[in-house]
């Protein structure tokens, strides 16, 4: 097609705007897709990339804004890359201009062209990584070589269904090794930060002569964009990353792993809201190149899709070097004797038994409790006030190291009160257990243990999660507190006994989701007792109970994820909830709950007689104040998933005009393929 002295260039336009985000400039000379620039929008320069243009818009009267500048030392982002972005803000419903503006590093955005071409030229000399290709590695169970060449004989999505400890990562790393043999770059996705540096010290160990970068939120601005940049131009041979990282250009792109790819950090929350499991499957699918599903729980979404036969499931059920699945003992928390106005002990008598036995053998011992701070909430005895946030409609927890009350949704932070602030009474008390609190126990009860906490308050400075992890594994701790931190992805090789604290609250959750995400997590901590032959026959689980005959133990205790997702599945299927079900939510917030409410009809409204699809009233999320915002959802449910997208894709468009109507609506967002509702 002849140049007509016009490019298509996607920018961010502003929030609500009614532009949209593929405008025409005027330009000297035809630029390739994907070319970074900088354009005129309204008063401001903004970045913008090069798109493809739509064959079927008709050409621009108007008088065209001529480019600002051309980062040309920067090469094109690949039609794969822009594919990417194309599926990802139609399917999640955002404009196109913002999803991919927002999904590259910050500091891309700022710098000018003389600036990006010394950085794009420094990188394009740097020098390959030293260190040598003949590094040892270990023989390949039967089950792993079986995997290896199933995953190499086929593209189809791949589940690869392991029990914890059984070598997943010793299959990713053959399977990068067959990429990378055959000149691919490879892509690994995890699902939390602090699973990134062991994860890629192993990498790192078995590729020492290849570039390897990592990609996550915990890099400086600088360390992002250099990352980013390597991958951009081929040079890095190994991505590592968590979510964002499956937005990563990479042009020799050979494999993708998702490792722990049940779970829900996979989500992005703010924004778009896009799934990085499901993008890294329709990446993979789009180019062609193998997709690794890694879990020992797999999602009922991806269980389901494999029992459909649209995944294969490549099995992983022994433990490397002999190591065994723990015991699962169940203790009901109902036998103990229980004092009037107390809490129930910390710990059973025969669990603190235990515990003790492994310190006298110089063995390790893990507990769970999914709750950091002291307590959940202070109270008054006497006239019955709670410590809640004026800010939120949630509890401030109580956090006795510093003395404070914390909000951990907003961050409001005050100092404990000497006394009631309504009645005056010096008798204020901590109510419940968080791992703060279990940890200043478990040291009374345990005298001369070498206790040791691992939550997100324990470790905020920069290097003390893997300066404490460094002390577990080196035997300088006896005994572990932690959050769900602790309980994935970690190989703990003194730990012969896992407890799991109070884990009973899920069970009846109204997310319907719970039980699922607490059998993986159970599952979890479990696998980390038990990793070597030494220790299987005497490595026990433990979980108090007050529901010691409910279904979700009893599976547990088999260590059968198979039956636990059959039983799910078929009442996922009776109630209509996904994945047998298409959902989104519109979020709405605003100054007051009624004007977030009205907006809310009123786009119900514009959605009636619509066949095949459900429009349930509007109802405020578990914590309704964040912030002195108050928030209000509303669900929409269809059996068809392409029904849906065709309906949100003609139905949201129509949501703009209405926010003028609502004076002081702040703003309104859509959820596909919401994780709770």
Not at 146 to 155: F, P, Q, R, Y
Not at 576 to 582: A, D, I, R, S
């Amino acid at each position: 097609m002849d140049f007509d002295g016009r490019v298509t260039v996607a920018v961010e336009a502003p929030q609500h705007a009614a532009l949209g985000t593929l405008l025409d400039y005027a330009s000297e000379q035809p630029l390739a897709p994907g070319t970074m620039v900088r354009v005129p929008l309204g008063r401001r320069e903004v970045p913008g990339i090069v798109w493809h243009r739509d064959a079927a818009a008709p050409a621009t009267e108007a008088q065209l804004r001529p480019l600002a500048e051309v980062l040309a030392a920067l090469p094109p982002l690949a039609a794969p890359w822009r594919r990417l972005v194309d599926f990802a803000a139609a399917y999640y419903q955002r404009a196109v201009g913002e999803m991919a503006l927002a999904v590259l590093p910050p500091q891309l955005r700022r710098l000018d062209p003389a600036q990006l071409g010394r950085r794009v030229a420094k990188l394009q000399r740097l020098p390959p990584p030293a260190g040598s290709a003949n590094v040892a590695r270990p023989a390949l169970t039967g089950e792993q070589a079986a995997a290896l060449e199933a995953v190499a004989a086929s593209a189809q999505p791949t589940l690869l269904h392991g029990v914890t400890g059984s070598g997943k990562t010793e299959v990713y790393l053959r399977a990068a090794e067959a990429a990378l043999a055959a000149g691919r770059q490879a892509l690994v996705l995890v699902p939390e930060i602090n699973l990134t540096p062991q994860l890629e010290a192993r990498f790192a160990e078995r590729f020492p002569d290849r570039c390897l970068v990592s990609l996550h939120s915990g890099l400086t601005p600088a360390q992002r964009l250099r990352h980013w940049l390597l991958a951009h131009l081929g040079t890095a041979d190994l991505v590592l990353g968590t979510r964002l990282a499956v937005f990563a250009s990479l042009p020799r792109l050979g494999l993708i792993v998702v490792d722990e790819e049940h779970d829900p950090s996979f989500k992005q929350q703010e924004g778009a809201r896009y799934s990085a499991r499901d993008l890294a499957v329709w990446r993979a699918v789009d180019a062609g190149v193998p997709v690794l599903l890694g879990s020992a729980t797999p999602s009922l979404e991806t269980w389901q899709r494999v029992q459909e036969g649209r995944y294969r499931r490549l099995a992983l059920d022994q433990r490397i070097g002999g190591g065994a699945m723990p015991r699962v003992r169940l203790f009901d928390m109902g036998q103990l004797p229980r004092e009037k106005g107390r809490d129930a002990p910390a710990l059973a008598p025969p669990l603190l038994a235990a515990i003790g036995a492994r310190i006298e053998r110089g063995e390790q011992s893990l507990l769970l409790l999914n709750r950091r701070g002291y307590a959940p909430v202070l109270q008054c005895g006497a006239c019955g006030w709670k410590s809640g946030c004026p800010h939120c409609s949630a509890w401030r927890v109580f956090h006795k190291a510093d003395r404070t009350l914390r909000c951990h949704h907003c961050g409001f932070t005050e100092r404990v009160p000497r006394a009631c602030p309504d009645c005056g009474n010096l008798d204020i008390a901590p109510i419940g257990r968080g791992t703060e609190k279990l940890q200043e126990q478990l040291a009374a009860l345990l005298p001369g243990a070498r206790v040791a906490r691992i939550d997100a308050d324990s470790t905020r400075g920069v290097g003390m999660l893997e300066s404490q992890l460094a002390q577990v594994h080196a035997g300088e701790v006896d005994v572990l507190v932690g959050t769900q931190m602790v309980a994935k992805g970690h190989d703990f090789r003194g730990i012969t006994l896992v407890a799991a604290v109070n884990p009973d609250a899920a069970l009846f959750a109204s997310d319907f989701r719970a039980p699922e995400r607490l059998f993986a997590l159970l599952m979890q901590a479990a696998g980390r007792a038990g990793r070597s032959a030494q220790q299987a026959a005497r490595s026990e689980m433990w979980i108090q109970t007050w529901h010691p005959r409910h279904a979700l133990y009893a599976a547990l205790q088999r260590h059968d994820f198979a039956a636990f997702a059959a039983s799910q599945l078929a009442e996922r299927r009776a109630a209509g909830l996904p994945p047998f079900t298409h959902l989104a939510l519109l979020r709405a917030e605003a100054k007051t709950a009624d004007v977030a409410s009205a907006f809310l009809h009123d786009a119900a409204a514009l959605a009636e007689d619509q066949s095949g699809l459900a429009v349930y009233p509007p109802v405020p999320p578990t914590v309704q104040r964040v912030a002195d915002v108050e928030r209000m959802q509303m669900l929409l449910e269809s059996p068809s998933r392409a029904h849906l997208q065709r309906f949100l894709a003609g139905w949201l468009p129509a949501l703009q005009p209405l926010r003028a109507r609502h004076k002081g609506l702040l703003r309104w967002a859509v959820d596909v393929d919401p994780l709770a509702i």
